[in-house]
Each structure stands twice: as C-alpha cells, then as structure tokens.
C-alpha cells in the first residue's frame, strides 16, 4: 500500500477565509495526534456532537458572565498577582502573564485552587505546559509514544489533585441548594446527564480550558505591552492615552491580536468537494490552511498600511479591529469577548455605552500593568523564546514605578 502527502490548500486572503471557516464540511484538523488531551474536547468535535456541547458551554459565555468576571472576580487577581512585583519596583512579563492568565483561566475552567499560593499557581503551571505539549503531538520530534504516556499519566494526576476535588466541592453545593460557581465545570456538572459526558472527557474538557484561556492570553499581554512601548517611543503624545483612555489600550490589544495572532494558523480536513465563492477547488481529503498572517495583513480590507501597529486604524464596517484571530464559523472562539471586550464604535461613545462596555481580560491586564508606569528596562533588553521557531518573547523585563 502507499501513502500520499495529502494536496495542501492554503488560504491567505481575508473574505476567503471567512467563507472557509463557514464551510460545515471542514472539519478541524490542527489537533491530529493529540488525543491525550484534545479527544473530544469541544473544539475537535464536529457536527451535532459540536454544536451540542457549544450549545451548552455557551451558556457560561455570556454577557452577564463577562461582566462578573470583568468587574468582580478578575481585578483582585490582577492586583494581587501584579502586588509582589509592584513592591519590588519590577517585573518580567512573560513570567506575569502566565502566572495572571493561568489565575484567570482556572477561574473559567472550574480549576479550584484552595491554596491560592504562588506554588500552587506553579504547579498548576507545569500541567498547562505539558497538556500544551499533548494538543499538539503532531509537531513533536522525540519520541512521541513515550510523551503520550506521560502526559496522561499527568492527566491523571491532575484529575486527582484539581478537577476531582472541584467536582466534589461543585457537588456538596448543589446538595445544600448553592448556586453553583459561574464556571465551564458547573454548567458540565449540571448537565451531565442529558449529554452523558463520560468522566475522562470532562477532565480533558477542563484541561483544554485551561489551555485555551491562559496561553493565548499570556502570549497576547506580553505582545501588546510591547508594542505599547515602540508606538510611545514614536507617538510620545499618545502616553497620556494609555493612563487615561482604557478603550486606546483595548484597541492596543485588538491590533496586536491582528498583526500576532495567538494561533497563527487554522487547519481543516476537507470531508467532500468545495468550491469557493472565489473559485478555488477543495478536493475531498485535502488540508485547508488558513493563514492569518496573511488574511489579517489583506490590503483591501485594512488599507496600505495593514502591516503596521496602529492603534488609531479603523476597520470598514463588519470587520472586527482583531480580523480573524479568534477564528470564525462554528469553531470561532467562546471565550473572544471574554479576552477582547466588545468591539467599540465610534458612534456609540455616549457614556450610557461606556458604562456598558466591556474592555476584556487581556486589556484589563494591560491597564494594570501600565498604571504602573512600566518601562523596559534599559539593562536588561528583551529576549526571543529560543526554544520555538514561533516568535514568542522569552523574557522581558520591566521596571515599574518605584523602581
Ligand atoms: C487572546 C486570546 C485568545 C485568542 C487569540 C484565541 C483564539 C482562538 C481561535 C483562533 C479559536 C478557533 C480555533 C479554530 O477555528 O480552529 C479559538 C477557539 C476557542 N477558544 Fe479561544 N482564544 C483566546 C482566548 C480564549 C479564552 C480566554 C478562552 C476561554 C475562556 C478561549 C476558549 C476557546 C474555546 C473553548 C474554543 C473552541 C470553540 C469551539 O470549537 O467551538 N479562548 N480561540
């Protein structure tokens, strides 16, 4: 028998892509080989068993919800993650971030931390990075049988240690007639009977979560805070905006998000034949890339000047300032408003609007940060992650007021 490499078809342009992530008979292909922890979490599920699950878990996403969260339960994280630093007149922020978002991701996921210490964080930490390692087992070059195994016998422990015990506390509260927190493990609680999701699946579910959350947020603080940077180092009229203007440091976060995509690319299986709109054949058993680089760098949508920071940039009506950098279609990201805030227009700047707004977890972290006074420090420049060929920071230190 032989095999053959499958025909990849890559997507760069912008209205391409959208029709793409619409396509029902595109089913997610990035997470092939990582099982362990992505087998039948909800962004590898297709169809009804897809639509099911989201149907239920949208019901935490809501607005209510980003609200609590916004103005309740994430700013004491926030401060008391950042106070240590703060006290000590500096920080490094690929460290905070991950230390804030991982906080902020465990409270979604349902991930109880009764110890709340900065080991706990930590440890929960080193689960993040190795159910990192196991979505995506298809890029890992060593021997793959042997990390598989261990990260499901990591899985295990991490059942033992977090998602049992938040399960049990979550099922004391219902019998004393609690309302449950507003959590991804409460609404899988409460519903678990009518889509009879087995164990394993929950403790992989929560798992993703977490991953979901807190990478693509840590990548996106330490991102924007950069580029916050190099625009005041060209725009020193703009520094007053950053301390007074929350929505200029939303819109720092939506541009970042547009130039640096967390997930730099969406993958799909085509299951039948496709035809776009702009006539490009997708044969049955074919890869579909979607690249996003590119997509968010299309001219005709973002102007000339689409591959610059710019934060003052205005998008046509109907295309978000982040472009397509939380997906799209079916798979399009539950926790975007979570992470983002909502899209703001200019034409609802009246302050009844303000007071409804919501600014997003990653802009909130920003603000904080920033207020602050946060500057690189001048002895110890930033340095890339060398241990990935994607463009991560690895360290980045800052001085902070104080300091
Ligand atoms: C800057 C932050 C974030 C970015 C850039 C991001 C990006 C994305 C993208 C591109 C997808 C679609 C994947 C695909 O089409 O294959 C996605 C899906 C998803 N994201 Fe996010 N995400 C972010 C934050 C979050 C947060 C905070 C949460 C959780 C609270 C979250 C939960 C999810 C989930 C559950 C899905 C799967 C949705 C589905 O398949 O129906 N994400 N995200």
């Known amino acids: 028998m032989t095999t053959t490499e499958p025909q990849v078809i890559t997507i760069t342009g912008y209205d391409e892509a959208k029709e793409a992530y619409r396509q029902k008979n595109l089913r997610q292909a990035l997470y092939d080989a990582g099982e362990v922890i992505m087998g039948d979490v909800l962004v590898n599920l297709h169809g009804a068993e897809h639509r099911d699950r989201r149907r239920l878990e949208n019901r935490l996403f809501r607005r209510e919800t980003f609200e609590l969260y916004e103005r309740e339960l994430f700013p004491p994280i926030i401060s008391e993650t950042l106070a240590p630093d703060v006290e000590a007149g500096r920080t490094e922020l690929v460290d905070l971030g991950h230390r804030?978002?991982?906080?902020?991701?465990?409270?979604?996921?349902g991930v109880d931390r009764p110890l709340g210490t900065p080991e706990e964080t930590r440890h929960l930490y080193r689960y993040l990075m190795l159910f990192i390692e196991g979505a995506t087992l298809a890029h890992y070059t060593g021997d793959r049988d042997a990390k598989r195994a261990e990260i499901a016998g990591e899985l295990h422990k991490f059942?033992?240690?977090f998602v049992t015990p938040s399960l049990e506390r979550r099922r004391a509260m219902v019998e004393a007639g609690e309302d449950l927190p507003k959590d991804v493990l409460s609404v899988?609680?409460?519903?678990?009977?009518?889509?009879?999701?087995?164990?394993?699946?929950?403790?992989?579910?929560?798992?993703?979560?977490?991953l979901a959350g807190a990478h693509t947020s840590a990548t996106a603080f330490t991102r924007v805070s950069h580029n916050i940077f190099k625009w005041l180092e060209a725009h020193p009229e703009d520094a007053e905006l950053v301390r007074t203007d929350r929505l200029f440091v939303q819109r720092c976060t939506h541009e970042t998000i547009r130039l640096q995509p967390s997930s730099p690319v969406a993958m799909r299986w085509a299951l039948d034949d496709i035809e776009l709109k702009s006539g490009t054949s997708i044969p049955e058993g074919s890869k579909v890339v979607i690249d996003l680089l590119s997509v968010n760098r299309d001219e005709s949508i973002f102007?000339?000047?689409a591959a610059d920071f710019n934060p003052h940039?205005?998008?046509p009506d109907g295309i978000p300032a982040y472009g397509l950098s939380f997906g799209s279609g079916m798979h399009a990201c539950i926790g975007m408003d979570l992470a983002a805030g909502l899209l703001f227009?200019?034409?609802s700047a009246a302050d009844s609007a303000m007071d409804d707004h919501t600014f997003g977890l990653v802009p909130?972290?920003?603000?904080?940060?920033?207020?602050?006074?946060?500057?690189?420090?001048?002895?110890?420049?930033?340095?890339?992650?060398?241990?990935?060929?994607?463009?991560?920071?690895?360290?980045?230190p800052v001085l902070l007021r104080g300091g």
């Open 100 to 109: 804030m978002m991982m906080n902020l991701a465990a409270l979604t996921a």
């Open 159 to 161: 059942d033992t240690e």
């Open 188 to 210: 899988l609680l409460a519903n678990v009977d009518s889509l009879d999701i087995p164990h394993e699946v929950i403790v992989r579910e929560v798992a993703f979560y977490l």
């Open 303 to 305: 102007g000339a000047d």
């Open 313 to 315: 940039r205005e998008t």
């Open 345 to 347: 227009h200019a034409d």
């Open 364 to 396: 909130e972290a920003v603000q904080a940060l920033f207020d602050h006074d946060p500057r690189p420090d001048p002895d110890d420049p930033p340095v890339m992650d060398d241990s990935t060929t994607r463009p991560y920071f690895g360290r980045y």
